[in-house]
């Protein structure tokens, strides 16, 4: 709670220095000629800035409360979550990885699209990034299990991955997020008031007397 407490009140400046650095780093690509990297660079400082934007809605209370609640789910629940969810991707895509060691391959048989399509999920990192997306919906990967060694180990390692990461880890982290939704708007004066005047305290004391 003090760790979160501390990112909070300093994230503002965290996202400054940040940025900033990112800025100078930019000006050194740009000066070796590396102009899209620095795209990369600007385009990441971009979503910075704007999100730092949101650190002058706190003194309203109602946004606020929303923008202390999104912190508080990013360094609490969704940091949970990606622990969890990483560790699973990683054991899954390390199995089916393993499953397609010694896989058959029908050249004759696949079009040119599956053929890439698999070529390319046959390294480890590859694999874990596909996951990823099976994460997010992209569930069919018939082509894919049908040329590992064992299809049968392969989709049974599948499903339960699906299980797994679309019902189970993704009802967990919006059973999370809405506790501490609850929390937060149980006790609005507790979560909202004392995070605005330190805000309001830290300001004023930067002023000089006479600005007092």
């Known amino acids: 709670s003090e760790k979160v407490l501390f990112l909070y009140k300093n994230m503002s400046s965290l996202l400054d220095f940040f940025s900033a650095l990112c800025i100078v780093f930019c000006a050194f690509l740009r000066a070796a000629g590396q102009q899209n990297t620095e795209l990369d ?3 990441i400082v971009s979503v910075v800035i704007w999100c730092n934007i949101l650190t002058c ?3 309203f209370r109602f946004f606020g409360t ?3 609640t999104i912190h508080k789910m990013l360094v609490g629940d969704v940091a949970i979550f990606l622990v969890v969810y990483i560790l699973i991707n990683v054991a899954f895509g390390l199995a089916i990885f393993i499953c397609m060691q010694g896989g058959n391959f029908p050249q004759d048989e696949m079009s040119q699209e599956e053929l890439k399509c698999v070529g390319c999920d046959a390294y480890f990192g ?4 596909k996951l990823v997306w099976v994460s997010l919906g992209e569930t069919e ?3 894919l299990i049908g040329v590992t060694r064992n299809p049968g180990l392969a989709a049974c390692l599948h499903i339960v991955f699906v299980v797994l ?3 189970l880890l993704l009802n967990l982290i919006i059973a999370m997020m809405g506790d501490t939704f609850q929390k937060q ?3 609005v004066e507790k979560h909202w008031f004392f995070p605005y005047a330190d805000l309001v305290l830290r300001y004023e004391s930067k002023l000089s007397q006479r600005q007092k």
Do not use: C, Y
Not at 126 to 129: A, P, R
């Open 66 to 68: 929303m923008v202390i």
């Open 141 to 143: 990967q018939t082509p």
């Open 165 to 167: 990461s679309l019902i």
């Open 185 to 187: 708007f149980e006790d």
């Open 126 to 129: 590859s694999m874990v990034l």
């Open 41 to 43: 660079v600007l385009a």
């Open 57 to 59: 809605f706190v003194p």
